[in-house]
Antibody, heavy 119, light 109 residues
Framework: EVQLVESGGGFVQPGGSLRLSCAASGFTFSSYAMHWVRQAPGKGLEYVSG????????FYVNSVKGRFTISRDNSKNTLHLQMGSLRGEDMAVYFC????????????WGQGTLVTVSS | EIVLTQSPGTLSLSPGERATLSCRAS???????LAWYQQKPGQTPRLLIY???SRATGIPDRFSGSGSGTDFTLTISRLEPEDFVVYYC??????????FGQGTKVEIK
């Protein structure tokens, strides 16, 4: 069974840092690009960041460039998102998602981890 | 960045009726890279349609997608009770990246 399990969410003050992880199982992790998508409470989906299957290429939405870093460890089937200089508008449920090669749609999603930014 | 605008924001219909959801892009989108998702309350999004018109695995045939260029449509031919939830479109562009629309809520009239 294909499974993505996020961890690392929690409460952090503005300006703080947090590292999210996503453990993948049930598929060949190293063959898929992986992504982070977030959803603020009661709001819609927002794409945050993505990384190619080999880790050589990364992409960030403008609002997180320079503050967030995506990485992956294909030997451990794990995706990470290092988040720094956190702001109130970063507060959301963060989902990791797998994209289908050559289709650029997200066919598998984790359950999400909540990041709360507040003083 | 390509902006996707979904309309209407809320669609009020009765079970058994046909639902037509629109997704309009601020510039042309490759049909190959236009997808639709369904999200039920408290759940993760589920891929319904990819490549503008191809149903994902396990998706009932009452869901269909169409469109090209800047105008795309998700149609639900006969609404079932479990279909009254929120739907998002999403696109990918090689130079502009991924974006989602703001969502359309289908509610019971």
């Amino acid at each position: 069974e294909v499974q993505l399990v996020e961890s690392g969410g929690g409460f952090v003050q503005p300006g703080g840092s947090l590292r999210l992880s996503c453990a993948a199982s049930g598929f060949t992790f190293s063959s898929y690009a992986m992504h982070w998508v977030r959803q603020a409470p009661g709001k819609g989906l927002e794409y945050v960041s993505g990384i190619s299957s080999d880790g050589d290429n990364t992409f960030y939405v403008n609002s997180v460039k320079g503050r967030f870093t995506i990485s992956r460890d294909n030997s451990k089937n794990t995706l990470h998102l290092q988040m720094g200089s956190l702001r109130g508008e970063d507060m959301a449920v963060y989902f990791c998602a797998r994209s289908v090669p050559a289709r650029f749609s997200f066919d598998c999603w984790g359950q999400g981890t909540l990041v709360t930014v507040s003083s | 960045e390509i902006v996707l605008t979904q309309s209407p924001g809320t669609l009020s219909l009765s079970p058994g009726e046909r639902a037509t959801l629109s997704c309009r892009a601020s510039q042309s989108v490759s049909s190959s890279y236009l997808a639709w998702y369904q999200q039920k309350p408290g759940q993760t999004p589920r891929l319904l349609i990819y490549g503008a018109s191809s149903r994902a695995t396990g998706i009932p045939d009452r869901f269909s997608g169409s469109g090209s260029g800047t105008d795309f449509t998700l149609t639900i031919s006969r609404l079932e009770p479990e279909d009254f939830v929120v739907y998002y479109c999403q696109q990918y562009g090689s130079s502009t990246g991924f974006t989602f629309g703001q969502g359309t809520k289908v509610e019971i009239k």
